[in-house]
DNA sequence: AAACTTACTGCATAAACGGGTAGTTTGGGT
DNA sequence: ACCCAAACTACCCGTTTATGCAGTAAGTTT
């Protein structure tokens, strides 16, 4: 039934044992294919892969260079790349790290061997699997980076467009140009900004502005 | 086998058939229970449930208060409540919002029935489930919102403290009796922290640190 | 039609800012 | 002792802001 061309996969995973298992199962797996296995980041570079891979599997505690800094490397050399993280701890701060870096999912390394071939194929069409523990973790993580905090006054459209140009070092001047307006209706609407953020200069305005998420 | 107690479940969902699915569905199955199933949000708070619900299936578009928005209002009720958005279409904006309110996960409404209840028992146990393009955009959203992105040149804890003074609305003259300096030693730190930021003013330079997380 | 809101414009002025140039002081290195 | 880089101070000057006061034109409300 498997007619598609099968899931070409690599590793990079500096326990032999299971290195050797991974290799033995994907290649061992109708539909997928192993296009490299390596010990380090470094070894991967220099001996490349038999083929461009679709999914690379990155442990973290490498030798040398750590996965989580290596995602950024793999998926601007390969862009259409999906890197999923494989390992034995869910810490925070490398999750963080890696998915910020550009991974596009995060498992443990306990996962069963059916669960893992599923998960690289989810991958591979756009999913992003994570064990739950994880997918948890990261939710937390985004809730505390965004957080909305409602203003009593809404700003109007207009108000949020020239904050966003306030943000980017604009001036009145060349917002009003870009607006096509007079420079005294840019104070007019800043004097508004202001009186509805409860603020006294650009800088505030956009720091409160941008902690509010009114922009950016 | 199934000695636990059950899973105390309940929805919030405006379509009726699959409101009496989802009832049937549950009620069915060993280890759930359903303790509510409303139409609207409203109708869930004046009628009330007939126990603490476990686990509440949310959806997003419902007449009245939206799901997205009575996800926050549900768990500052019940704070150990685990809250599930059902919906038909994997909106950004809903996504989004639904995350930041306290949502837990995030599924669609065409997920099979066995992968539904897998999910709830998921959540209930501290998972985050989400289908694999939720799972992903939730991921490009992290990374958008949360980019290291690396300046060329470090900034110096004092120069560091100084920006926050920045984004706080203080001016040169303030700043410089907070740190017992002169007026042209701050002149002269804000002028290296525009270079190494490469902006030319205040509120350039507030956006730009808080976007690189230099600040806040 | 009178009263009121909304969006906008104009003017004035003190204060704050940005950028150039230049001269101390200080604590390491070698 | 010498050099070097850093942190700091100083002055200048044109530009940009913040903010008060005042006025107009279009659209609502009553």
């Known amino acids: 039934m498997k007619t598609e061309t099968p899931i070409k996969t690599a ?8 290195r050797e298992c991974l290799t033995l199962l994907i290649g061992g797996t109708d539909g997928y294919v192993c296009v490299g296995s390596f010990p380090s980041v470094e070894d ?3 001996q490349g892969f038999t083929a461009t891979p679709d999914v690379l599997l990155l442990d973290i505690h490498l030798p040398g260079m750590l996965g989580s800094e290596a995602v950024r490397l793999f998926s601007e050399k390969y862009p259409r790349l999906q890197i999923l993280m494989l390992t034995v701890y869910a810490e925070q701060d490398k999750i963080f790290e890696s ?3 550009g991974a596009c999912g995060y498992l443990l390394k306990k996962t069963p061997p059916a669960r893992l071939l599923e998960s690289i194929r989810e991958a591979h069409e756009g999913g992003a699997p994570m064990t739950p523990e994880i997918a948890r973790k990261v939710l937390r993580l985004f809730q505390k980076t965004a957080r909305p905090e409602e203003t009593d006054e ?3 459209p207009h108000e949020l467009r020239l904050l966003s140009l306030l943000a980017q070092g604009t001036s009145y ?3 009003a140009e870009q607006f096509r307006v007079s ?3 840019i104070r007019y609407h800043i004097r508004n900004i202001y009186d509805k953020l409860h603020v006294h200069s650009k800088s505030e305005a956009v720091s409160k502005a941008i902690r509010l998420r009114l922009i950016s």
């Open 154 to 156: 809404k700003l109007t």
């Open 11 to 18: 590793f990079v995973e500096d326990d032999e044992v299971t």
């Open 44 to 46: 991967a570079l220099k």
């Open 183 to 185: 420079i005294n209706t």
């Open 99 to 101: 998915i910020c870096n």
């Open 173 to 175: 001047r060349d917002a």
